[in-house]
């Protein structure tokens, strides 16, 4: 809910709101796998606080940033703490539970603790940005941040992997060039041309870095960066590619939504923030009747539910206009939450 706001102030483009929001998550992408196997040699609770720290000082430096280039820049940093947290904690979950019924609903509420959080986001975002400003949504994170260190080092059991990977180099360099240059291509596609020489190059050496990536990782046998083996299982593949989908209804559908909320229909901030309740009460609602689901019935309910739900919710806003009713609106992004909160913990139990 603060990217309108942060367009108007840093006199950003749209590519360049893109970048905001995406420099984050191309570095989280490009280094979930590095940071996963380093916690498997150095220790998952170590690196899960050292990500704490360095997402925490990230979030504090891109509250000071001057301009959009630097924001983009601090963003990218935030990333590198950011990467360390969300595989780790999952393999502190898989590793403190064991039994497959006891981790699937132990995913569930993982999940719909990411759900809640969802749900807080837009609302909390809201009111920082109306009554404080933009970096208010940055500088929050560190107190959160501290305490999650303090509660870390407390509670966390310390583990590592009995035999730890190496750390494969080629594919890592190749992971950041085939996602670096795609996300540059996809971004900055409508400003040059897609027809365009340096857009369609970024493309060519996108798809050179990805044909490079699958054929040395071939190679690197169990010290591989991904190993290639997991996909020849159907159920692998399959909550891959969905959560690779899922991920881009949720990211695409926040990206658009908060701009329709503010520079299509004139809406604050804050008022944003209440209008994405609906959809984010019931994500985190969704999250742990899903890992129910999944532990005692399997994944099979919860995800033929959630594409159901996902296909209507996204149906429902096929025709939003300035004009769009509130009620219509609600029910839209309730039934789109639904679907988008119970598709993680099927996924997630089934990847594990």
Known sequence: VALPTIQADLHASLAGLQWIADAYLLVVASLLMLTGSMADRFGRKRLFLVGLFGFSLGSLLCSLAPDTGSLIALRMLQGVGGSMLT???????????????????????????????????????????????WRSVFWVNVPIGVAMILAARRYVPESRAPHPRRIDVPGQLLMIAFLGTLTYAVIQGPDYGWASAPILALFA?????????????????????????????????????????????????????????????????????????????????????????????????????????????????????????LAWLTLALAVLGAGLGLVNPPITNTGV
């Open 205 to 325: 050496v996108a798809f050179v870095a990805a044909v490079a990536f699958v054929l040395v990782e071939r190679r690197r046998g169990d010290a591989a960066l991904l190993e290639l083996r997991f996909f020849r299982s159907p159920p692998f593949t399959g909550a891959s590619v969905i959560a690779v989908l899922s991920f881009i209804v949720l990211a695409g559908f926040l990206f658009v939504i908060t701009l329709y909320l503010q520079q299509v229909r004139g809406d604050t901030p804050l008022r944003a923030g209440l209008t994405l309740l609906p959809a984010t009460i019931v994500m985190a609602a969704a999250a742990p009747v899903a890992g129910h689901l999944t532990g005692h019935r399997g994944p099979r309910i919860p995800l033929v539910l959630s594409g159901v739900l996902m296909a209507a919710g996204a149906a429902l806003l096929l025709w939003l206009s300035p004009s769009t009713s």
């Open 87 to 133: 595989p780790v904690s999952l393999s502190i979950v898989r590793n403190v539970f064991t039994g497959p019924r006891e981790r699937a609903q132990a995913l569930g509420i993982w999940s719909g603790i990411f759900g809640v959080a969802a749900a807080c986001g837009p609302v909390i975002g809201g009111v920082l940005v109306s009554e404080v400003g």
